[in-house]
C-alpha cells in the first residue's frame, strides 16, 4: 500500500523559506518521478516541481512561477523526497501535495498547508 506523508508547512513572512517534506512508503522515490502540487483557496491544483527517477537521469523541473525559489530533492536512503522553498511570496499561499504515480495508478499526500503573510 502506497502512502505519502507530507509535513513541514506552516506561517512564514514575505521572502521566508519553508522546507516541506513527503515520506513516502510502499514506493521507492528513486525509481519513480515525483511531483509536488499545489491548492490555493479558489483555484485548481496546480503542478509545481518534478523529480524524474535516477534511470531517467534525476533531472528537475518547475513552474516557471517558483523557478529559481524552489528547490524539489529527494533522499534515497529515507525514501523522502522535499521541497525547500525560498523568497517565499504571498501568492505561494497554498495547500501542497506529494504526487506519485506508479504504472496507471495516482497516489497523493493528504496535503500541508503554507500560509505565506504580506
Known amino acids: 500500500q502506497v502512502q505519502l506523508v507530507e509535513s513541514g508547512g506552516g506561517l512564514v513572512q514575505a521572502g521566508g523559506s519553508l522546507r516541506l517534506s513527503c515520506a513516502a512508503s510502499?514506493?521507492?522515490?528513486?525509481?519513480?518521478?515525483m511531483d509536488w502540487y499545489r491548492q490555493a483557496p479558489g483555484k485548481q491544483r496546480e503542478w509545481v516541481a518534478t523529480i524524474s527517477s535516477i534511470s531517467s537521469g534525476g533531472y528537475t523541473i518547475y513552474v516557471d512561477s517558483v523557478k529559481g525559489r524552489f528547490t524539489i530533492s529527494r533522499d534515497k536512503v529515507m525514501n523522502m523526497v522535499y521541497l525547500q522553498m525560498n523568497s517565499l511570496k504571498p501568492e505561494d499561499t497554498a495547500v501542497y501535495y506529494c504526487?506519485?504515480?506508479?504504472?496507471?495508478?495516482?497516489?497523493w499526500g493528504q496535503g500541508t498547508q503554507v500560509t505565506v503573510s504580506s
Open positions: 510502499g514506493i521507492i522515490v528513486r525509481t519513480n518521478a
Open positions: 504526487h506519485a504515480r506508479n504504472g496507471p495508478l495516482d497516489y
